[in-house]
């Protein structure tokens, strides 16, 4: 008898459990439903209205030419894009995008990542370091931009003063065809080297230090254990480093501006800068938008690629 009571007992648990369980189901499941009505529509609104129509709208109005007044109505078909992969400043706009990507691949990131290895462990110096590296990234880029150009310029900055000391001849380097854009590549990596620190940072933050503390057991010596046990554990921070590093270079615009505007000669523009001035300033919107679309483009293909392919492996 006490045995049947005890099974009806187990099975009044189980029955109560699982009726409890899908309530709980039942629960989330509405929330889960509510949540999505609440929050999805004004989110698929702002989307649409801020970046699907834009889009669409620059890739009707490349079609015409068209100075951004009235109704566009002289329909060129594609002779706007025909026109940019003619001129000789959109090809250098596109090598200068192409220098910054493999200057901040090249030095920029290792640069980011040396710092970290050295400032990452927590302590009250490697903080005021960290905070001295990271505050020219959280200066405005416009701000930068103005006092790199006082550094650089030859009559009152410090290239002036430089220019005095070793008695050489005044130099402005951002009015020199040759070295304005070497100067901008300066000004990109010591603004943005410090936000990849910190990335690389919380990523060795995360590292276990039991896996430190073995390797050295294991006679591995300060390098190895960089190399194959601290880099390999942080190479989804890495990952995603490179990923915010390229997109960035494709949208350079803030720096250039200041500092030379394109010139001398348009020999510094970016695909941004380029777009602003042969497109807004100089009233050709149709132009510009073409220059946008294809810009749009670029930035898609690679997004869609980086994280289809390496940042996939890295999940």
Request: aromatic share 16%.
């Amino acid at each position: 008898m006490s045995n049947d009571v005890t099974t009806i007992g187990k099975r009044s648990s189980t029955s109560s459990n699982q009726n409890v369980s899908r309530w709980f189901k039942k629960y989330n499941h509405g929330n889960r439903l509510l949540t999505l009505v609440l929050f999805l529509p004004p989110a698929l609104l702002l989307f649409t209205i801020f970046v699907i129509l834009p889009i669409g709208e620059a890739g009707y109005y490349s079609l015409f030419r068209w100075n951004g007044y009235g109704e566009p109505s002289q329909w060129v078909e594609f002779s706007n894009y025909v026109r940019l992969f003619k001129h000789g400043a959109f090809d250098t706009a596109v090598w200068n995008t192409f220098k910054i990507i493999l200057i901040s691949l090249v030095i920029q990131l290792p640069l980011a990542l040396i710092i970290a290895l050295s400032i990452y462990k927590k302590n009250w110096a490697n903080s005021l370091f960290r905070l001295i590296f990271f505050l020219p990234y959280i200066l405005a880029e416009v701000a930068a931009g103005l006092i790199w150009r006082f550094v650089f310029d030859g009559d009152y900055g410090v290239m002036a003063r430089f220019t005095e000391a070793l008695n050489t001849d005044t130099w402005y380097i951002l009015a020199d065809k040759n070295w304005a854009f070497v100067a901008i590549l300066v000004v990109l990596v010591w603004k943005y080297f410090g936000f990849h620190m910190m990335i690389y940072i919380a990523a060795l933050q995360g590292v276990p230090k039991d896996l430190i503390e073995a390797s050295k057991l294991d006679g591995a010596s300060r390098f190895q254990a960089i190399w194959y046990v601290k880099i390999p554990l942080i190479m989804s921070g890495i990952t995603i480093s490179i990923f915010f590093s390229i997109l960035g270079a494709l949208q350079t615009f803030d720096l250039i501006m200041p500092l030379t505007g394109g010139g001398p000669s348009n020999s510094t523009h970016t695909l941004v800068s380029y777009l602003y001035t042969f497109g807004i300033t100089r009233m050709n919107v149709g132009f510009g938008s073409a220059v946008g679309v294809v810009l749009f483009i670029c930035c898609v293909i690679f997004a869609f690629t980086y994280q289809s392919t390496i940042m996939k492996d890295k999940k």
